[in-house]
């Protein structure tokens, strides 16, 4: 059963252009959240997809944005790339139904570089 | 303002030796709390999470507590590894299951033979 699975690994991009991320949730799961996370910062919630659609944002600009596909895999985008935007996008995946152990489960990241 | 902080930023301790990390939070209304260990490089992977009803949980050499009345979180780490090397998240969930996140930034645990 393979785990949260993003790609690539490691990406460096030049100020201005635009980047695409992706991300493999976790088997049986159906809800992608994507974070930012800067060097030595917690991560910071990006936005939140379930069926197809952003349910939750969090405060990033719009060029910032994303898509769920009917597999439930991701893709996160991110245009006019800034110097700051350079951090580890992390992808979380978790099953959208409540229940007390409800866990995200975090793959391994995307390092992103903005030179 | 909806904040979680964590102490100390960072903190080096001997194989062996025990260590305890603080949380503290303002998220409210309160959902459940969770603490993830973060290696280096890697996505961060849950150790425990508790609700408003617990006060303890344990997993392994991690035992957390919860004070949801002070709004304090604490992770205690037993008889320390070379591999407990790594970042501790504290994380709380505002309102319902499904509320949004509240990250902390960390705490930095180095472990030296």
């Known amino acids: 059963d393979a785990g949260v699975t993003q790609s690539p690994t490691h990406l460096i991009k030049t100020r201005g252009q635009q980047v695409t991320l992706r991300c493999s949730p976790k088997s049986g799961h159906d809800t992608v959240s994507w974070y930012q996370q800067a060097l030595g910062q917690g991560p910071q919630f990006i936005f939140q997809?379930?069926?197809?659609?952003?349910?939750q944002r969090g405060n990033f600009p719009d060029r910032f944005s994303g898509h769920q596909f009917p597999n439930y895999s991701s893709e996160l985008n991110v245009n006019a790339l800034l110097l700051g935007d350079s951090a580890l996008y992390l992808c979380?995946?978790?099953?959208?139904?409540?229940?007390?152990?409800?866990?995200?489960?975090f793959g391994p990241g995307t390092r992103l570089l903005v030179l | 303002k909806n904040q979680v902080e964590q102490s100390p930023q960072s903190l080096i301790i001997l194989e062996g030796k025990n260590c305890t990390l603080q949380c503290n939070y303002t998220v409210s209304p309160f959902s459940n709390l969770r603490w993830y260990k973060q290696d280096t490089g890697r996505g961060p992977v849950s150790l425990t999470i508790m609700t408003f009803s617990e006060n303890t949980k344990s997993n392994g050499r991690y035992t957390a507590t919860l004070d949801a009345d002070t709004k304090q979180s604490s992770l205690h780490i037993t008889a320390s590894q070379l591999s407990d090397s790594a970042s501790y998240i504290c994380?709380?969930?505002?309102?319902?299951?499904?509320?949004?996140?509240?990250f902390g930034r960390g705490t930095q645990l180095t472990v030296w033979p």
């Open positions: 979380a995946s978790s099953l959208e139904w409540e229940t007390r152990e409800e866990t995200q489960y």
């Open positions: 997809y379930y069926e197809e659609e952003e349910r």
């Open positions: 994380v709380v969930r505002r309102g319902s299951t499904l509320g949004r996140l509240y």
